[in-house]
């Protein structure tokens, strides 16, 4: 039986080992780098396990085995950040690493639920490589792998000033970052089953409930959970606002002028009525229609 034939259990048993592998060599080669500045640390060992990954994702020729490590890197990352971090208070360090393993977990189980097995690439590689006609190795190295790994540790540069440098005690902005991952957290998972109820019983677009108020509000919850892990780092070392931002305002752009385009255009081929939706819709703010509509 060819890993393609797997059952979706079976394929989950299998990227379960990958990641509990990378895990593993996250955790052994990471106390080599204690003499690192633990930015350029945690991107080393980041890009090792990239490598690690991309290589598995040939060998099944499967480039959506990479899929889960979006939200599982930045558990680990935040953990690499709190070990070197000193005199910074316990409070937030556990308030930090429970609230992004959270929303991390969150999205992986949606991931795992909806992902079929391998038999399944997400459509969206497929489609890079028809647009740009490069080779999928090439594809699935530079904007599968490699991209998403930068993204994703940039994004994590606040929990560097929270876990690393954020000595700063306790305040009103660490409960504002606490409400902002675990609100987007749940966001995204009330939308995500909002939409999957919907999706077995229609083609159509979804217009109840939170997809009623914009057309991702997934989106707009994973936007939330950035923003907060940037409010926790700023909490943490006011000073380093400005240079953090980097982190949210970086996701923001990539969800807003990549993720959605990508995204509407597929809905507007698949799902009459989906082009009207855009008209009477934001994106991803849930302003909802009566704000939004253009006449």
């Known amino acids: 039986m060819g890993i393609q034939e797997l059952s979706h259990n079976r394929a989950l048993v299998v990227v379960a080992g990958v990641y509990t592998l990378l895990i593993g060599v996250a955790v052994a080669i990471f106390p080599l780098f204690n003499d690192w500045h633990p930015l350029v640390a945690t991107l080393v060992v980041d890009c090792v396990t990239t490598a690690i990954i991309f290589a598995l994702s040939c060998a099944v020729h499967n480039g959506s085995l990479y899929d889960a490590y979006w939200s599982t890197a930045p558990i680990l990352i935040a953990w690499g950040f709190a070990v070197r971090g000193t005199d910074v208070p316990g409070l937030r360090v556990a308030l930090v690493l429970i609230c992004v393993a959270i929303w991390g977990l969150r999205l992986t189980s949606n991931w795992a639920r909806n992902w079929p ?37 940039t994004a ?59 057309r991702h509000p997934n989106y707009f919850g994973e936007l939330c959970a950035w923003w907060g892990m940037w409010c926790f780092g700023v909490a943490g070392h006011p000073s380093a606002w400005w240079w953090t931002l980097v982190g949210p305002v970086t996701m923001t752009i990539l969800l807003r002028s990549a993720s959605v385009p990508m ?22 703010l849930p302003i909802g229609r009566q704000i939004f509509r253009r006449h």
């Open 156 to 214: 994590c540069i606040g929990l560097y000033a929270a876990l690393t440098l954020g000595t700063n005690k306790m305040s009103v902005l660490d409960a504002v970052a606490v409400a902002l991952i675990i609100g987007g957290a749940t966001i995204e998972l009330i939308a995500d089953a909002q939409l999957r109820a919907h999706r077995t019983a229609s083609t159509s677009p979804c217009r109840t409930g939170l997809w009623s108020l914009s």
């Open 263 to 284: 995204m509407d255009k597929r809905s507007v081929q698949r799902r009459p009525g989906y082009d009207v939706l855009m008209r009477e819709l934001p994106a991803i």
């Open 117 to 153: 097995g391998f038999q399944h690439e997400d459509w969206r590689y497929t489609q890079m490589k028809e647009d740009t006609g490069l080779p999928w190795w090439a594809i699935n190295l530079t904007v599968v792998h490699v991209f998403p790994t930068l993204q994703v540790w």
